[in-house]
């Protein structure tokens, strides 16, 4: 079950901390270099604007805490008092009611939607001809591909090239987008239209979790949304793309952190494996001669463990609220992403970058059209996820991803020109060996039941 009060503390007491943090970082750089930037800063825009991670983050984080944590110490103070035993019928009542302690729970009955919605599951799974199962497995995984491979190639090219700026005295300037947060409040404002529309037009189940409870993994994805896109700043998109693949790692932690559970022999194996490609990958040798700074490489090694780190407490906190309240994919999809909108809004209102960011699009056609498309294909790829595993299951499903993240290597390669040494491609393929022997392994464990 879900421990909301301790988690709150965690949760308030984590975002002072890294806000603080990131805010005595920053003084203790300013101290020692501020001059020397002033000097240099003629011509070093670009270097400065992806060098000042920790500055950015601790800012946005500052302009979460505003909402979080006043809203913390509201729902502690409903929670304490005996608000939700008072009966009432009004608008602010049952916000507060919806928002805090959730819609109460009622005997399961034919109008319940959880009980349409197995109906319809068991429907669902009615047999059907070779030929349209074949077709639906091709259209999942041709939508999944093309949603996921055009949103990565625009992912990088927002982040790592330029964009044309045409200045007043008629000349052409290159200019780079570097607000990450922009992009998450983006593509979170295309989710949730999306899944207000799914909603409004479907039927659902009873929704009985209070609303605040979305906020906690909600905040954890646009965290490693953001950590996303600001680490290929630093790090190529196959380097991305490979530790992605390995967060099976911090997932596993996380679990045993979050959902006490127990993994099989296997996961171990699996996970010692991707430690080793992903290790092979990270070390190789540049066969162009050209090797980063330390601190660009400690840079971008921090902020793909802080993703690693947010996204997996973002899936095992979901799995325990799916668990917990029996909500639908859509419902879910609608409370993270309405709590991502809110403070990512906020927090770049509270920065003063947001007017500035929405000019950056609207001067700039082709990073609107860019933006426009990325939170397209997100969406959409968040759709087809929904439909892969309601028909097919989550081993054809990872199947399916594990592909895609071959292919998005290999289409970074060929498109932004990464050379990759022998040492390199090995790492690679110890990597997607590792994850399909963990289908495999998956496959074979989910089988075994049956036969006994």
Known sequence: MLKHVPVFRVAVMSVLALAICGVNVIAEESLGVNEGEKEASGGENKTSSSDNWVENLSWNLLGYATIIIPAAFIIRMLKNSNFNEKSGTGCLFRSVQLCVFGTPQETPSVEDGGIKASSAKDDATTPSSFSKTTLKLLFCTAGLQVSYLTWGVLQERIMTRDYKEYMADGTVQDVKFTNSQFLVFVNRVLALTVAVTYIVFTRQPRHTAPLYKYSFCSFSNILSSWCQYEALKFVSFPTQVLCKASKIIPVMIMGKIVSKKVYPYYEYVVAVLLSAGVSLFLLSADPSGQR????????????????????????????????????????????????????????????????????????????????????????????????????????????IMTTRMMLSILLSCILYNHPLSAQAVFGVLVVFVALFLRVYARYRTSKSPTKA
């Open 292 to 399: 980063t700074t330390a601190a660009t490489t400690f840079s971008g090694a921090v902020i793909l463990l802080g993703y690693m780190a947010f996204d997996s407490f973002t899936s095992n906190w979901q799995s325990e609220l799916f668990t917990t309240h029996k909500m639908s994919s859509m419902q879910m999809m609608f409370g993270v992403n309405l709590f991502s909108c809110l403070l990512t809004m906020w927090s770049m209102i509270e920065g003063g970058n947001f007017l500035s960011a929405l000019g950056f699009m609207l001067s700039h056609p082709e990073f609107a059209f860019h933006a426009l498309v990325l939170s397209i294909t997100s969406a959409t790829g968040q759709l087809f996820i929904f439909y892969t595993i309601q028909s097919f299951g989550p081993i054809v499903f990872t199947i």
